[in-house]
């Protein structure tokens, strides 16, 4: 009897140092379609707020979730979206918005920002992403949640994502505007995006993307041009939303790695040669730039950090700033996205430019970015000209695309065009000065910087 009692002790001891426990459905076995369905209570689940359990949204939940497991092995190494219905509706092959970028679209038509966290691990975390885009937080508000409680979630599936590969790029992309007769105002709206950008300040891991701006009308709600039901997009807003997403996925090198094929026009010389910011350097900040950045901090509690650069800084060689601000990235001088949100930095030439000149460049904004290029110190304003301004009725300005700055210097003063408009007509300059680009909001680029002296 006692033989056979310590023959079975050793035999359970060898079975269960071979189980793991299940911690909820992400570490079930990932072939049991019964571990894929939304949990009967909310006892015991991760975050707060809605979870959503319509008979038709259970279903829906359970049928995507049953494919996308058959796709785990096929989607490793994807760019993943994950999202509500606003990115299921993109479809698999995003209507071929990114080319042959490996893709993965993991939105579930009415999910919430719990249920997204609730799944994370099964239908995102499993694939290994190259990166993450996120759009959420459009149905908490139709459930009644509280902004608070939505970027909370947020945070916490951004949280995991960091825990997962503390390198993967992580895109936020901002709550797009809807209406109040969709349980969706614009004040809970622009509430959820800022309680966000401020959950996740400071983290150079993520980049927030101003994708309510971008669509916005004049009331801060969803425009019927492009959402037909104020709520979801059609083919016109699928346009414009990855218009806005691709150059943060170029900067991050996942498109845009072909070499630029431009050829220098005769008579002029690059200022940037694609690869470093050789010839580029970060100036001492001036007293007058101290005393200004000191009045706005005491004007405006809100005033974005203005960092003080004490010795001029070379960067000969070198593929980026110290920050990471200011970054080569093929072919591009890039002004990334601060994790702030704002921060005002400038990057000067080395050299000063005394004779008259042509100065040519191309540039390209995310939605509402804001930037500008010093001619020898003064700045002429660069920015998402559409939402940001100045320019705003340019005709020719291409939004989240590249466009064409030509200066042309006599005499101390600048005729300044965008795509051929006329956007400065006399900008008066000093004598002499370096060529700069400023940072402020969101990603500036800049490409086939070149100019002509004289």
């Not at 801060?220 to 346009?239: K, R």
């Not at 990057?347 to 001619?375: C, H, M």
């Not at 989240?400 to 700055?405: K, P, T, V, Y």
């Amino acid at each position: 009897m006692t033989r056979n009692c310590t023959f079975i002790a050793l035999l359970l001891f060898i079975t269960l140092g071979n189980w793991q426990p299940t911690i909820g459905s992400a570490q079930e076995k990932p072939t049991d379609p019964a571990t894929l369905e939304i949990p009967a209570t909310d006892e015991g689940l991760p975050g707060a707020g809605p979870i959503r359990r319509f008979d038709w949204f259970k279903s829906h939940w359970l049928g995507r979730r049953s494919q996308w497991i058959k796709r785990v092995e096929e989607d490793q190494g994807a760019v993943v979206f994950l999202g509500d219905s606003i990115t299921e509706g993109w479809g698999d092959d995003f209507k071929q918005s990114f080319g042959k970028l490996k893709v993965a679209n993991r939105g579930i038509s009415g999910d919430t920002t719990r249920g997204m966290l609730l799944r994370l691990d099964r239908d995102v975390l499993s694939l290994n992403p190259a990166a993450v885009v996120m759009l959420m937080g459009t149905n908490d508000l139709e459930e009644g949640a509280e902004p608070q409680t939505i970027a909370d979630n947020v945070r916490l599936i951004v949280d995991r994502l960091k825990e997962h590969n503390a390198k993967m790029p992580i895109v936020i992309c901002q709550v797009l505007p809807s209406s109040s007769s969709k349980s969706r105002s614009a004040d809970k709206i622009k509430q959820i995006n800022q309680l966000t950008a401020a959950a996740v300040a400071g983290d150079l891991q993520i980049t927030v993307l101003d994708t309510w701006t971008l669509f916005a009308n004049a009331d801060g709600d969803a425009s019927p041009e492009e959402f037909p039901d104020l709520l979801h997009l059609n083919d016109l807003g699928y346009q414009k939303w990855a218009s806005a997403v691709r150059p943060i996925l170029a900067t991050e090198g996942f498109l845009e790695t072909e070499k630029d094929a431009f050829q220098l026009e005769e008579g002029f010389e690059s200022l940037f040669n694609g690869h470093d910011l050789s010839d580029w350097c970060l100036l001492p900040t001036t007293e007058e730039e101290k005393a200004a950045a000191a009045n706005w901090r005491r004007n405006d509690k809100n005033a974005p950090p203005w960092p003080i650069v004490d010795i001029q800084l070379n960067l000969d060689g070198q593929m980026e700033t110290p920050d990471r601000r200011y970054r080569a990235v093929n072919g591009r001088l890039v002004v990334a996205t601060p994790e702030e949100g704002r921060r005002i930095q400038q990057l000067w030439t080395v050299r000063e430019f005394p004779e008259n000149f042509t100065l040519k460049l191309e540039f390209r904004a995310t939605p509402n970015a804001d930037s500008g290029v010093f001619l020898r110190k003064p700045q002429l304003q660069c920015r998402d000209y559409r939402l940001a301004g100045p320019y705003k009725d340019l005709k020719g300005y291409l939004p989240q695309d590249w466009n064409e700055l030509v200066v042309v210097v006599r005499d101390n003063v600048a005729r300044c065009t965008c795509n051929g408009e006329v956007i400065e007509a006399e900008f008066k300059l000093p004598t002499t000065g370096p060529i700069g680009l400023e940072g402020d909001r969101g990603q500036m680029e800049y490409r086939r910087i070149r100019i002509k002296t004289e």
